[in-house]
Every structure is written in structure tokens, then in C-alpha cells.
């Protein structure tokens, strides 16, 4: 068994807005290892979105343990890469530059970055497009620049927040077979936040079931679905079950 | 490459056609009802004003370092201004509602007391010229500044940026487009500024030349004058339009 990259233990987050204490998590207890893909699923509002934040050092959580990197260093300035469900790019920098971003950001030796994003584009299949402005490219494809974009700084963890949200079906059934690609490819810890059942236990190597607000986890079990996966997976008879498993959790059936 | 060239010469030779046209309206009009000189010269008469020495260079000088001072100055003031509102909640909630309440105040009735305070020239016009065109650049900034994506601002966060980081690599491009519709807006309030304040006092300029030549009823030099002040605010509206179009449109982001 790896060792425990992300360790959190009765995590729990308070918002104070006017006179109420508004109870974003509580009792979110969850360990990680190197490399995983792990799907956070659970109903709009229950605080999803703070954890991932919370991971990305730009939230304090108000108690229990958050520990990243494990035995190892960890920067989360130098070691997240972030994906949200907008793309996000700046719409006056052509793709590359928008690649580059973090690179930038972080004084990174720029030569080097430059190839390494071409190097990203290319893995996420925009070869032709780097010289491109964002409204020349389709949303799928600004998505892809944007998941370049989170790699080029080679961060240990990849945060994703509905990163395909926005995204027509078919397009995003299509981006969910890039990103097992990429993420295969790359190796990197990816804690990937959704709404769509389907989406968190086709990607993921483990879901963990957030309940409504305040957020605690209600379930947090290993996908074993042979890798790489494909679409036809999603009809199997252990799909079904995992969905099953994940619906009676939200109250859904 | 050549139809490029056509399109632009078209479109400057329009340009030149529309203005030429006016002045033909202008001189006909002169003509045909025998208007006299001292209600409204013939254009050739305003152009001959030129030849008495007026002065013209000097004053069209000192008026363009007001105009131009005032506003570059309204350019840093308001960009700066609403950058620290938005860096701080405080400031935006006390010094903001001041900002709008003083600039409730009506500039023109100022310009007696800045001469009281800084006697009279060039700076207490830029002063006055300035106070009334700044504010169109801090609102549209502030805008535009709104306009930047949370999440964005979030992502480079993440990374540690720096706050200047944050302001010239997001904040700044992102808000061209609303600074410079403010800037375009504030380029005729700084011209009219910097004419109040030779208006009520000054030694030079060309707002100070119309109140001279009034008393001779030399109304030719006066016509000069004005289309020496409207040349001015032109050639600032278009170096600003330009800057607009190398910043700006030139990357698409207009569209």
C-alpha cells in the first residue's frame, strides 16, 4: 500500500456571515495516496468547493488535521495546479502564454517552461492551437488549455471544481476519456470535484460521498473498474452498483 | 495588403471629406446672408488670424500641458484610486463616498479659491482640469475591476502571487476595456477644465487669448482659438484611441 499523501482528519470549516454560523464541513475525515484519482461527489452546496479550497491553502479550515505531501515536501504554492469549471483563460494571451501563466507566476525558468507547455498542449491534443486566442478555441478545447495550464508548473496535486460542468454531454463524456489519459500519463494526485455520479465512478480510483451541507462524508469507498476505462463501462453490472451505492447515500432512490 | 490599404484610404479620405464639407457649409453660410466679420469670419479670415501675433504657439502650448497634465495625471489617480478600493473594503466604504460627495462640487466655482491658494498658471490648471476629469476613469475601472472572475484571482492565489503580480497580470489587461471608455469620456472634460480655469485666471493659454481678443471684437482669433483647443482634445482622443488599439483590439479581445 502507497503512503498517505493527503491526510484529513475531522476536518470542519465555519463561515460567519452576520449574526449565523454557517457550517460549510464538518467531520470530513479522508486519506489519499500518491497518484489516486479521487472523485468528490455530493449535492450542489455542501461545501465541496471549500474543501478543494481548503487543500489549495486559500481557505483555512477552523479545525481538525489537513496534512499534504506525506513523508515529502510540500509547497501548495508550487505544488497544486487548479482547474475550474470555467476555463478561465485571459482572453488577451494567446493559449501558450496562457499555458505559461503559472510558470510566470512562479519566476520558473521560462525556456524550460516554454517547452513543457508546448509539451502539455501537445498531450492534451491542441498541437496546432498555441498561438491561438482563447475565442478562437471551443469550450472543450479552452478546458484542455486550461488542465495544461494546471500541469505546467509539474504541481504534485491536481484540484479540479466541475471542470467539465459546463461542458454538452457528449463533449464531456469525451474530456472524461482525455483526462483518465492524461491523469494516467502524468501520474499526479487528482482530487476532482462533481456533480454527475456517472462522471466521479467512471474517473475515479475512489469516490468519496459528501452529504448535504454541512458537508460530512457520508461514504468513501474504492472504484474496482479495470483501467484504462472505457464508455461502454458505464453499462456493467459493478457500475450500476456503484451508482446505486452512491444515490441511496444522497436520498435519491 | 492592397485592399487593406484601399479600406484605410477610404476610410481617412471620409473623414477628410466630412470635415471639409463642414467648412464649405460654414463659408457658404458666411457668404450667402453677408454675416459680419465680427459675428462669424469666413474660414479663410480665421485662418489669416494666424498671421497677427498672437502669441498662437505658446498659448496652444501652455493650454495643451494643462489639458494633457490634468489627464495623465486623472489617468494614474483613477486607476490607482479604484485598485486600492478594491483592495480594501475600508477604504472603499469611507474614502469612496467622500470621492463622489466631492465630486458633487462644482469645479468652476473652485477656481476662484485654487487661485486663492496657488495663485494663478499653469498648475492650478492642471488641478481643475484634472478634478474634473478623473472621475469617469476611477468608475469605469472600479467596473471593470468587478468584472475579473473570482475564480481567476483564486487561481493565481493559489500560486503565491503577488499582489502587483495579481494587478498586472489580471487585473490591469482585464479592466482595459472599461479604463479606456472612461479615458475616452474624460479626454473632453479635460479640455474643458483647463479652458474654465484660463477663464478665470491665467496669463496664458488660448482660453486666456479669447478673453483678450473679446475686448477688440476680433472674433476671427477668437474662432482660432477654439479650433486651436478643439485640435488639442483631438489629438488626445486619438493618441488614446490608438493606445486602445495597440492594447486592446489589437488582441482580439474586442470582437
Redesign the interface.
Given at each position: 500500500m502507497a503512503e498517505v499523501f493527503i491526510k484529513l482528519e475531522e476536518v470542519r470549516k465555519v463561515y460567519h456571515a452576520r449574526n449565523e454560523e454557517i457550517v460549510a464541513i464538518s467531520d470530513v475525515t479522508l486519506d489519499i495516496e500518491q497518484g489516486e484519482f479521487v472523485s468528490l461527489v455530493g449535492p450542489s452546496g455542501c461545501g465541496k468547493t471549500t474543501l478543494l479550497?481548503i487543500l489549495?491553502?486559500?481557505h483555512e479550515h477552523d479545525s481538525g488535521i489537513v496534512e499534504i505531501g506525506g513523508g515529502g515536501s510540500f509547497d501548495?504554492?508550487?505544488d497544486?495546479g487548479?482547474v475550474?469549471q470555467?476555463a478561465?483563460l485571459?482572453?488577451?494571451?494567446k493559449i501558450i502564454d496562457n499555458v505559461l501563466?503559472?510558470a510566470?507566476?512562479?519566476g520558473l525558468p521560462m525556456a524550460e517552461a516554454r517547452d513543457r507547455a508546448r509539451d502539455l498542449l501537445a498531450m492534451v491534443g491542441l498541437d496546432g492551437f498555441k498561438n491561438k486566442?482563447p475565442?478562437e478555441l471551443s469550450g472543450g478545447m479552452q478546458q484542455r488549455a486550461a488542465i495544461a495550464r494546471s500541469l505546467v508548473?509539474d504541481p504534485k496535486l491536481i484540484l479540479m471544481d466541475e471542470p467539465f460542468g459546463a461542458l454538452d454531454a457528449l463533449t464531456r463524456d469525451r474530456m472524461n476519456l482525455e483526462l483518465m489519459r492524461i491523469w494516467q500519463e502524468s501520474r499526479k494526485t487528482i482530487v476532482f470535484v462533481t456533480h454527475s455520479i456517472q462522471e466521479a465512478i467512471f474517473l475515479g480510483t475512489r469516490v468519496a460521498v459528501l452529504s448535504a451541507r454541512p458537508a460530512r462524508m457520508a461514504d468513501n469507498f474504492q472504484v474496482e473498474l479495470d483501467m484504462p476505462r472505457r464508455l461502454e463501462i458505464k453499462t456493467s453490472r459493478k457500475f450500476g452498483e456503484y451508482s446505486q451505492r452512491i444515490y441511496r447515500l444522497l436520498g435519491l432512490e | 495588403m492592397t485592399t487593406w490599404l484601399a479600406d484605410k484610404g477610404r476610410h481617412y479620405g471620409f473623414i477628410i471629406a466630412v470635415h471639409a464639407l463642414v467648412v464649405l457649409i460654414w463659408y457658404l453660410f458666411v457668404e450667402i446672408w453677408d454675416v459680419p466679420a465680427y459675428v462669424m469670419p469666413t474660414p479663410q479670415a480665421t485662418l489669416a488670424a494666424l498671421s497677427i501675433d498672437y502669441n498662437w504657439l505658446a498659448n496652444t502650448r501652455v493650454t495643451a500641458i494643462e489639458i494633457f497634465g490634468g489627464y495623465f495625471i486623472a489617468v494614474f489617480v483613477g486607476v490607482g484610486l479604484a485598485l486600492a478600493f478594491s483592495w480594501s473594503k475600508i477604504l472603499n466604504s469611507t474614502v469612496m463616498p467622500l470621492v463622489v460627495s466631492l465630486n458633487m462640487i462644482p469645479k468652476v466655482a473652485m477656481g476662484p479659491l485654487f487661485i486663492v491658494w496657488m495663485s494663478y498658471g499653469v498648475i492650478p490648471n492642471i488641478i481643475i482640469a484634472f478634478s474634473i476629469c478623473f472621475l469617469p476613469i476611477l468608475l469605469t475601472t472600479e467596473r471593470g475591476l468587478r468584472e475579473i472572475?473570482p475564480?481567476?484571482v483564486?487561481?493565481?492565489?493559489?500560486?503565491?502571487?503577488s499582489r502587483w503580480?495579481i494587478f498586472t497580470?489580471?487585473q490591469l489587461?482585464?479592466s482595459?476595456p472599461y479604463i479606456f471608455s472612461g479615458m475616452k469620456v474624460a479626454v473632453v472634460l479635460a479640455v474643458a477644465g483647463a479652458i474654465v480655469g484660463e477663464f478665470i485666471a491665467s496669463q496664458e493659454g488660448l482660453g486666456y487669448l479669447m478673453l483678450q481678443v473679446q475686448v477688440t471684437l476680433d472674433t476671427a482669433a477668437m474662432f482660432m482659438a477654439v479650433l486651436l483647443i478643439t485640435l488639442v482634445g483631438v489629438v488626445l482622443y486619438m493618441l488614446v484611441l490608438g493606445l486602445e488599439r495597440f492594447l486592446?483590439i489589437s488582441?482580439?479581445?474586442v470582437?
Amino acid at each position: 500500500m502507497a503512503e498517505v499523501f493527503i491526510k484529513l482528519e475531522e476536518v470542519r470549516k465555519v463561515y460567519h456571515a452576520r449574526n449565523e454560523e454557517i457550517v460549510a464541513i464538518s467531520d470530513v475525515t479522508l486519506d489519499i495516496e500518491q497518484g489516486e484519482f479521487v472523485s468528490l461527489v455530493g449535492p450542489s452546496g455542501c461545501g465541496k468547493t471549500t474543501l478543494l479550497k481548503i487543500l489549495a491553502g486559500l481557505h483555512e479550515h477552523d479545525s481538525g488535521i489537513v496534512e499534504i505531501g506525506g513523508g515529502g515536501s510540500f509547497d501548495p504554492s508550487r505544488d497544486v495546479g487548479m482547474v475550474f469549471q470555467a476555463a478561465l483563460l485571459l482572453k488577451w494571451r494567446k493559449i501558450i502564454d496562457n499555458v505559461l501563466l503559472p510558470a510566470e507566476i512562479l519566476g520558473l525558468p521560462m525556456a524550460e517552461a516554454r517547452d513543457r507547455a508546448r509539451d502539455l498542449l501537445a498531450m492534451v491534443g491542441l498541437d496546432g492551437f498555441k498561438n491561438k486566442y482563447p475565442y478562437e478555441l471551443s469550450g472543450g478545447m479552452q478546458q484542455r488549455a486550461a488542465i495544461a495550464r494546471s500541469l505546467v508548473h509539474d504541481p504534485k496535486l491536481i484540484l479540479m471544481d466541475e471542470p467539465f460542468g459546463a461542458l454538452d454531454a457528449l463533449t464531456r463524456d469525451r474530456m472524461n476519456l482525455e483526462l483518465m489519459r492524461i491523469w494516467q500519463e502524468s501520474r499526479k494526485t487528482i482530487v476532482f470535484v462533481t456533480h454527475s455520479i456517472q462522471e466521479a465512478i467512471f474517473l475515479g480510483t475512489r469516490v468519496a460521498v459528501l452529504s448535504a451541507r454541512p458537508a460530512r462524508m457520508a461514504d468513501n469507498f474504492q472504484v474496482e473498474l479495470d483501467m484504462p476505462r472505457r464508455l461502454e463501462i458505464k453499462t456493467s453490472r459493478k457500475f450500476g452498483e456503484y451508482s446505486q451505492r452512491i444515490y441511496r447515500l444522497l436520498g435519491l432512490e | 495588403m492592397t485592399t487593406w490599404l484601399a479600406d484605410k484610404g477610404r476610410h481617412y479620405g471620409f473623414i477628410i471629406a466630412v470635415h471639409a464639407l463642414v467648412v464649405l457649409i460654414w463659408y457658404l453660410f458666411v457668404e450667402i446672408w453677408d454675416v459680419p466679420a465680427y459675428v462669424m469670419p469666413t474660414p479663410q479670415a480665421t485662418l489669416a488670424a494666424l498671421s497677427i501675433d498672437y502669441n498662437w504657439l505658446a498659448n496652444t502650448r501652455v493650454t495643451a500641458i494643462e489639458i494633457f497634465g490634468g489627464y495623465f495625471i486623472a489617468v494614474f489617480v483613477g486607476v490607482g484610486l479604484a485598485l486600492a478600493f478594491s483592495w480594501s473594503k475600508i477604504l472603499n466604504s469611507t474614502v469612496m463616498p467622500l470621492v463622489v460627495s466631492l465630486n458633487m462640487i462644482p469645479k468652476v466655482a473652485m477656481g476662484p479659491l485654487f487661485i486663492v491658494w496657488m495663485s494663478y498658471g499653469v498648475i492650478p490648471n492642471i488641478i481643475i482640469a484634472f478634478s474634473i476629469c478623473f472621475l469617469p476613469i476611477l468608475l469605469t475601472t472600479e467596473r471593470g475591476l468587478r468584472e475579473i472572475e473570482p475564480d481567476l484571482v483564486d487561481l493565481v492565489r493559489a500560486l503565491k502571487a503577488s499582489r502587483w503580480q495579481i494587478f498586472t497580470k489580471i487585473q490591469l489587461p482585464g479592466s482595459l476595456p472599461y479604463i479606456f471608455s472612461g479615458m475616452k469620456v474624460a479626454v473632453v472634460l479635460a479640455v474643458a477644465g483647463a479652458i474654465v480655469g484660463e477663464f478665470i485666471a491665467s496669463q496664458e493659454g488660448l482660453g486666456y487669448l479669447m478673453l483678450q481678443v473679446q475686448v477688440t471684437l476680433d472674433t476671427a482669433a477668437m474662432f482660432m482659438a477654439v479650433l486651436l483647443i478643439t485640435l488639442v482634445g483631438v489629438v488626445l482622443y486619438m493618441l488614446v484611441l490608438g493606445l486602445e488599439r495597440f492594447l486592446v483590439i489589437s488582441d482580439s479581445r474586442v470582437r
